[in-house]
């Protein structure tokens, strides 16, 4: 195996969180980060809505996850619902890789909220409906995922039955499985033999 970028070696996706509060310069390092992604046609389909613990909007989004998500996003300072824009800007044709790029830059942030000690955890259990209307998202943009974000907290305090995985025991397929040689299923990037 490679070695891999430490801050890419480092990301995780924790469950508990710290009470410290992330500074807004700080926060704005991250989401600058976001900014600067490629996207289809530079259109820049991505939003992100950035709700605080203790404000209404955390409440109401915090609500509009699976209960099983609820058990331990609760403590997150942030909470944040990334948000595409499916249609383009400049002809208004439906962007069918409006959620790759709101992917790619919710990666760029990941890399940089890593680099500042911060941690994420994506979630897709939530319900859209919920989410968008606790965070009064317009019509012609669609509520892709939620994401909790603040620093580590101790796992040992989180509540029976959400235990975070053990960032060293993550499992990942071999690369054989994904890259391919010219076609598909031949062994790439010296991934045969
Ligand atoms: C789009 C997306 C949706 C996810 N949805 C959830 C979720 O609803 N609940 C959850 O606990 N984790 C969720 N995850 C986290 C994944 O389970 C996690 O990224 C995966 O197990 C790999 O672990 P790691 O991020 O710690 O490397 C989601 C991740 C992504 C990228």
Redesign the pocket.
């Known amino acids: 195996m490679h070695d891999i970028e430490a801050l890419v070696r480092h ?5 508990a969180f710290a009470e410290r509060a992330v500074d807004e310069d700080t926060l704005r390092a991250l989401f600058e980060a976001a900014r600067w992604a490629p996207s289809c046609y530079n259109d820049q389909p991505w939003h992100f809505v950035v709700t605080r613990l203790g404000e209404a909007a955390h409440a109401a989004l915090l609500a509009s ?2 209960p ?2 609820q058990a ?1 996003a609760g403590t997150a300072p942030l909470l944040v619902l990334g948000v595409a824009r499916e249609c383009f800007a400049h002809n208004g044709a439906v962007n069918r890789h409006a959620w790759y790029d709101l ?1 790619q830059a ?1 990666a760029s942030l990941l890399v940089v909220a890593t680099a500042h000690g911060l941690y994420v ?6 319900d859209t409906e919920r989410a968008a209307a606790a965070c009064a998202v317009p019509a012609g943009h669609a509520a ?3 994401a909790a974000l603040g620093y580590r907290g101790d796992a040992d305090r989180l509540p029976p039955g959400t235990a975070e ?1 053990d ?1 060293d025991a ?1 499992e990942r397929k071999p690369l054989a499985e994904f890259v391919f040689d010219a076609a598909w299923g031949r062994p790439g990037c010296g991934t045969h033999g």
Not at 11 to 15: A, D, G, H, L, N
Not at 121 to 126: L, R, T
């Open positions: 990301r995780f996706s924790p469950k996850l699976s099983g998500n331990w992917g919710m955890h994506q979630m897709a259990g939530f892709v995922v939620v995985k960032p993550r």
